[in-house]
C-alpha cells in the first residue's frame, strides 16, 4: 500500500460504491465489493483501517456482516461507519448495539463523509496508541515485579548460607513438574513467581535460626510458623501478582494434612502451591548437601506419596527423573 489509511466500501449498488470511492480517493486508499459475503472474504485476506457498511443489502445485510467482523479476532476492533437510506432512530439505536461506530446517511454529502471518515480513522488511532501504552505499562510494571522478586530472592540467599540457591532451584522444578503435568503456560508463569518467593518470610527469623537453616525446639518452631504468616501478609500487598501469597502461605502444608500452619488436606491445598512444595522437596533431596544419589531421591519420593507430596506430583518428578538417566536435574 502507499501508506494512507486504508478503506473498505460495502454497498451492493454500484453508484454508491463509485460516489464513495471519488469521495475518498485523494486521502485514503480504498477498495470496494459489492456484498457481505465478499467483505468477509476480503477481510480475511486484506488488512483495513475502516469499514463503510451498507445495512441494506440483498443476501446478508449489513448487521449480519458487522456480527461476522465483531466474531473474528483479527477485526474483531476494527472500526465500522453504517451507510444507510433509514434516517431514524431506531436503526440508529440497534446500529450502535451491534457496535457501528458511527453513520452516514445517504445520499452521500462529501464534506460530511469525509469529517465521519476522519473521524473514525483518528479515533481508531487514539484507541491503538492508547492500547500500545498499556501494554508498555504492563511490561514495565512485570519488569519492575521480577527485578523486586530477584532483590528479595537475593537478600533471603545472602542471609542464610543453608540454602543458598534454594528459591530459584525450586521455581525452575515447580515449572517443570507443572509442564509435565499440562498446566498451561500463564499457570506455570504464576506459579514459577509463587515459587521464588515461597520462603519471603525467613527474613523475619532470627539469624540463628537461618544460619543453622531451621528449628530445633518448639519455641523456634512457632517463630517460623510466625515466620509464615508474616510472608504471606507481605505477598498479599503485591496486587499485581494476586495469588502470589499462597505459596508463602501453604508450601509447609502435607498433601495427608500433618503439615502446618492450617493443617490444610488433599485438594484444600491449591494445586499451585502442591506443584511448589514438590519443587522444594525436589531440591531438599537432589542437593548437594542431601549427598543422595538419584535412586536414593527416586525412593524418597515414592516414600512421600500421598503424605508430603500430592501423588501426583509426585509422579510428574519421577516421570521427568525418568527422563534424565544421567542425572542431570539437580544441583
Sequence with gaps: MNGKPHILVVDDILANRRLASKILVDEYTVNTVRSGEEAIDYLTKQQVDLVLLDIRMEGMDGFETLEKIRKHAPTADLP???????????????????????????????VVMKARVARAIELARLREEARTDAVTQARRREKLGLEIIEA?????????????????????????????????????EKIYYMAMLHDV????????IMQKGGPSNPTEQEIVQQSILIGSNTLKKITELPDVWK???????????????????????????????????????????????????????????GQRLDPKVADAILELMDMDPDYTWHE
Excluded at 542464610?160 to 499457570?187: F, L, P
Excluded at 518470610?201 to 540463628?208: H, R, W
Aim: include cysteine.
Design 152 to 188: 528479595l530472592v537475593d537478600i533471603m540467599e545472602w542471609r542464610s548460607h543453608t540454602t543458598k540457591g534454594h528459591s530459584r532451584r525450586a521455581a525452575e522444578y515447580a515449572w517443570q513438574i507443572a509442564e509435565q503435568m499440562d498446566v498451561e503456560s500463564k499457570q506455570r
Design 247 to 305: 505459596g508463602a502461605s501453604y508450601y509447609k502444608e502435607n498433601y495427608d494434612g500433618t503439615g502446618f500452619p492450617g493443617h490444610l488436606k488433599g485438594e484444600d491445598i491449591p494445586l499451585d502451591v502442591r506443584i511448589i512444595t514438590g519443587g522444594c522437596v525436589y531440591d531438599a533431596l537432589s542437593s548437594k548437601a542431601s549427598g543422595l544419589t538419584q535412586q536414593e531421591v527416586r525412593a524418597e519420593i515414592e516414600a512421600m506419596k
Design 80 to 110: 465500522v461507519i453504517f451507510l444507510t437510506a433509514d434516517d431514524d432512530h431506531q436503526t440508529e439505536t440497534q446500529g450502535f448495539k451491534a457496535g457501528a461506530m458511527d453513520f452516514i446517511v445517504k445520499p452521500f454529502v462529501p
Design 201 to 208: 518470610g525467613k527474613l523475619s527469623l532470627p539469624d540463628e
